[in-house]
């Protein structure tokens, strides 16, 4: 055997001997860390790594490290400027009207009602994200939402001329049925809007006040049992196909794990945060009058009515099948 040929074997041998260099994604998510959410994308990570024994590690950015929104992240994952990301429904109506539906106001009051929803949803949520070079691997819900302000909010008098922070369109449309000032923007920018003013009220779920320490700039709670609405993980799909089928069996399997730990957090979710609220000095009402409850969903109808009409069949089909069940 020559030199050149021994050199050549002890090279093919020893690169065949080495370890596989780490494939890296990164993950962003424009909520905190404590946040159910957060929580969701961390445990998704971890197993993924636990999965694939390191072949794949995903690195989470939480509370929009990486300058990207929910809004953003759509167009960030579709493109490859992201792998994945952690990304709220609720900011994606404007790309495809059928996100809407888990934040439709007064639709799934339970849990189980919420997670039915989605069951009958996911092939239109696959189908618009498989349509933009996505792949949505998992979904899991928020707390219903409620009111955060400096007062307790117990009838439709109580929301005359209050700038609410609103997250969509239904929500932006139903508060100013109600009579309040609605004002649509981003998660990440609520805390400054708060502190300048901007807006006196936010609607969102107690566990997302929770996490950014809601009780700093606001005094009560009331629960007015809103929306659950979904957050979704994505990945990019050229990203996955990019993985041995191995890899991207471990990853649809770290996937259910992850999902399911996001729907389990759900049960004790609300009176944990009601706990940690009143443990800071807040106010919270935990049910409102059936009258109060009466007169949002009121205030809600023309929107979901005009929103079935706008998405057509698909949303006709998904709602006519979760009446029947």
């Known amino acids: 055997m020559t030199y050149r040929t021994l050199l050549g074997t002890t090279l ?12 890296n994604w990164d993950l962003s998510s424009e909520y905190p860390a404590g946040s159910l959410q ?22 989470v950015h939480h509370g929009a490290a990486l300058g990207y929104k929910s809004v953003d992240n759509f167009d960030a994952v579709g493109d490859g400027a992201l792998q994945a990301a952690s990304s709220a429904f609720v900011f994606w109506t404007g790309i495809d009207p059928i996100f809407q539906l888990s934040s439709l106001p007064f639709l799934a009051p339970t849990s189980d009602d919420v997670h039915a929803l989605y069951e009958l949803a996911k092939p ?9 070079n996505q792949m949505l691997l998992l979904a899991t819900p928020w707390p219903s939402s409620g ?9 439709i008098d109580d929301l005359k001329g209050v700038k609410v922070r609103t997250y969509d369109v239904a929500s932006t449309e139903t508060m100013k049925s109600a009579g309040a000032f609605p004002i649509q923007i981003s ?4 805390p400054a809007q708060l502190s300048t003013n901007a807006i006196d009220a936010v609607l969102t779920s107690p566990n997302g ?15 007015v049992n809103y929306a659950s609405s979904l957050q979704a993980i994505h990945v990019n ?14 990853v649809r399997e770290a996937a259910k794990e992850a999902e399911d730990y996001g729907w389990g957090l759900l049960a004790d979710a609300t009176a944990k945060d009601f706990e940690t609220m009143r443990s800071h000095g807040m106010t919270v009402t935990d049910t409102i009058s059936p009258e109060f409850s009466a007169a ?5 109808q023309p929107f979901i009515d005009q929103w079935v009409k706008d998405t057509g069949t698909r949303a006709t089909t998904i709602m006519d099948a979760y009446k029947a069940r």
């Open 296 to 300: 949002l969903t009121e205030a809600a």
């Open 209 to 223: 006040g929770v996490g950014v320490q809601m009780w700093e700039l606001q005094s009560n709670f009331t629960n």
């Open 38 to 59: 957060g929580q969701t994308a961390d445990f998704f990570a971890k197993a993924v790594a636990e999965k694939t024994n390191g072949a794949l590690e995903i690195t």
């Open 187 to 190: 998660w990440a920018d609520v």
């Open 12 to 23: 093919a041998a020893a690169l065949a001997a080495a370890p596989a260099l780490a494939t």
């Open 147 to 155: 009111l955060w302000g400096n007062k307790a909010f117990t009838s």
């Open 124 to 132: 239109e949520y696959e189908k618009v994200l498989e349509d933009n």
């Open 237 to 250: 799909m050229d990203a996955f196909m990019d993985l041995s089928e191995e890899a991207q069996a471990e």
